[in-house]
């Protein structure tokens, strides 16, 4: 039987009894979610059809996954909070979790694929993800503290050492934001996250993380390529003339046309930067090799790409102000900033399943 779904206002589907189970786990379709199918008037609410029995019921026995331990279970063993299913012995866990400000609903095994995540819309609530992760901060303030503490002390380590500073942070930065990525994407599911997490990208995803790293800086970098060529053309036919050199070798038109490809540059800098930004955590989290995680990051963020710009301003001007503080600011802000960017990754990639092999 083929069902159809309304999401931000649009007709989703066709899907079939089975996938619109998976959507009703992953909380993509809701109670008040408007769904219909051949036979009915009208659109109607799920919570509404599933009470009439006419929709599909929950799923068969061992096809509902909780989202805690990610195991199967039959629809008696689970229970539904909020949007997720826990199962009995999670249950006691993940709602002290809750009373202490953790997200309400982690995901701990995603259960959608790409095609169907990238079916989906999503939200940008700035307000939510401050209010959430300012909760999740004070809970867990130490050891949000301490991870990021670590992670950037051997970042400015690697950056002091001479002649090897390049290379050395070239081969380091994907695997430690790897590492601190999920560390705070666990904080935002509200699952136990330790130092050995925000270290975990130099474990078997070590090789993706370090070509995301790579590639990604060097193609965003490539960005300015076409304003350096520019600019060393006129540098060179000031030179030929015999006239002056550098920049006064450069005449004022060609100063603005530099300009202008400079600027075009920088705007495709922005663009990729943001494009990229849930790279690390979907290679580190879901398994994914660098360039699907780059691929999907920049499909899914495309949506919304504004919206996820403003979120990254916001969260990078908020780390800022804290480290105007003498530096001690930053180890709130910076923190809870981070929070922030991870709970929006939860939002829109969590109930994306794992790859099936670890590259």
């Known amino acids: 039987m083929s069902w159809y779904y309304a999401e931000s206002g649009q007709q989703r589907g066709p899907v079939t009894d089975a996938e619109l189970n998976g959507l009703v786990q992953a909380g993509s379709i809701r109670d008040d979610t408007l769904v219909w199918r051949e036979g009915m008037a009208d659109w109607q609410a799920y919570g509404k059809v599933r009470g009439e029995g006419r929709a599909a019921a929950p799923p068969l026995m061992g096809a509902i996954l909780c989202s805690q331990c990610g195991k199967s279970f039959s629809a008696d063993d689970v229970v539904r ?35 169907e995540l990238l079916a989906r819309d999503y939200q940008v609530e700035i307000g939510a993800y401050f209010s959430r992760a300012w909760n999740l901060f004070t809970t867990n303030a130490g050891i949000m503290i301490g991870a990021s503490i670590l992670v950037y002390l051997v970042l400015v380590v690697v950056n002091l050492i001479p002649y090897l500073k390049i290379i050395l942070s070239l081969l380091l ?30 474990g078997p995803r070590f090789a993706q993380l370090l070509l995301a790293s790579v590639v990604s800086s060097v193609l965003m970098y490539l960005c300015f390529m076409p304003a350096a060529v520019v600019f060393g053309i006129g540098v060179a036919a000031g030179g030929s003339r ?21 600027l075009v540059g920088f705007c495709a800098f922005v663009y990729l930067s943001v494009s990229w930004l849930f790279t690390f955590p979907l290679v580190a989290d879901k398994g994914l090799n660098f360039w699907s995680g780059m691929q999907l990051s920049r499909q899914m963020v495309a949506k919304h790409w504004w919206a996820t710009l403003w979120l990254a301003i916001v969260c990078g001007v908020f780390g800022a102000i804290g480290a105007l503080f003498c530096l001690v600011g930053a180890l709130v802000s910076g923190p809870v900033a981070f929070t922030m960017l991870a709970l929006h990754y939860q939002r829109v990639f969590g109930d994306l399943a794992p790859a099936s092999e670890a590259v």
């Open 173 to 202: 930065t994907g695997p430690l934001f790897g590492g601190l990525w999920l560390f705070y994407v666990k904080q935002a599911r509200g699952e136990k996250a330790g130092i050995d997490d925000a270290f975990s990208g130099f």
């Open 81 to 115: 909070i909020g949007e997720g299913w826990v199962c009995g012995a999670c249950k006691p866990a993940f709602l002290q979790r809750l009373r202490e400000g953790a997200a309400p609903v982690p995901t701990a095994v995603g259960v959608i694929s790409a095609a």
């Open 242 to 262: 015999g006239g002056a050199r550098g920049l006064d070798s450069v005449g004022p038109v060609l100063l603005a046309v530099i300009g202008l490809v400079g």
